[in-house]
């Protein structure tokens, strides 16, 4: 058994890749459902979310009519044109007032729409993510930032607009999946993982969101085990050793205290 490999997951690296180059972290992320029908035409952000705001791009971010925002636009490498927007919160009064970037959007594919959007807490770390991995105009994949590093990232697979995979991080490294595979809005199936490797995977068989059975990764747990065998191997070898070392300088001990002892009697 193996970790699944998913065509949409791939467009979401692929869109990684890009926005990578353009000076945005790889994961697109958040923790919402993609909107329904035409953007509204004010945007507004909460909770470090951002919503739709009608334009020629499609833009998230919220700065538009704000005296208290500054927009910079840039290109990003293979741009012909601005597909980077950095957006700014002026804060603090006189020669304390300051910029903060609180929104930052690309345009991976260069086709004039914005397709990933992060936000920012006021120390500039990143708190949400959102991005279009296959470009239909709808949010398929949302990350979650904790101290500047993904700990969850949620992917739709079917287009519904709500993630139907959860991949959660520990320490950089993935630490447990849930995905509904069948899309009928039940999780399925549970992969743990130990050091970033696949440990097992758990199968609901019957549908009542309870694992029926789990699958060990054979290829995983034999490599685990050969770690383990050779440790083994190493500490006795060690310990082999050390025990020699001993018994070495023991004798050599009691070498020397003889010949010192028959010099002195001379």
């Known amino acids: 058994m193996s970790a699944v490999s ?23 992320c958040g923790g919402g459902g993609a909107q329904e029908g035409p953007p509204p035409q004010v945007a507004t952000q909460r909770e470090g979310r951002p919503r739709g705001l009608a334009g020629e791009d499609s833009s998230r971010c919220d700065f538009k009519g704000r005296s208290d925002r500054e927009v910079q636009e840039t290109s990003g490498p293979g741009a012909v044109s601005q597909n980077i927007r950095r957006v700014y919160a002026l804060v603090g009064e006189g020669e304390e007032r300051r910029r903060v970037i609180i929104c930052r959007e690309v345009d991976t594919n260069l086709d004039g729409a914005k397709d990933v959007v992060r936000t920012y807490n006021e120390r500039g770390e990143p708190l949400k993510e959102t991005a279009d991995t296959d470009y239909d105009g709808r949010i398929d994949t949302w990350v979650t930032f904790a101290r500047g590093k993904i700990v969850k990232v949620e992917v739709d697979h079917s287009g519904s607009g709500k993630p139907d995979e ?5 320490s950089g490294k993935l630490s447990r999946v849930q995905r509904d595979s069948n899309h009928d809005g039940k999780i399925d199936t549970w992969e743990i993982y130990d050091d970033g490797k696949l440990q097992r995977e ?12 789990w699958d060990r ?9 050969d770690k383990e065998r050779r440790d083994d191997e190493a500490a006795e070898k060690k310990a082999a050793a050390e ?24």
């Open 243 to 266: 025990e020699k070392q001993k018994q070495d300088q023991a004798l050599d001990g009691g070498v020397t205290d003889a010949r010192v002892s028959a010099r002195r009697r001379e």
């Open 217 to 225: 990764d054979e290829i995983t747990l034999r490599e685990l085990n």
């Open 202 to 213: 758990g199968v609901d068989l019957d549908g009542d969101g309870r694992v029926d059975r």
């Open 166 to 170: 959860t991949r959660v991080y520990m």
């Open 6 to 28: 998913r065509p949409s997951w791939d467009r979401t690296l692929a869109v990684v890749a890009v926005a990578a180059g353009a000076g945005v972290l790889g994961f697109a």
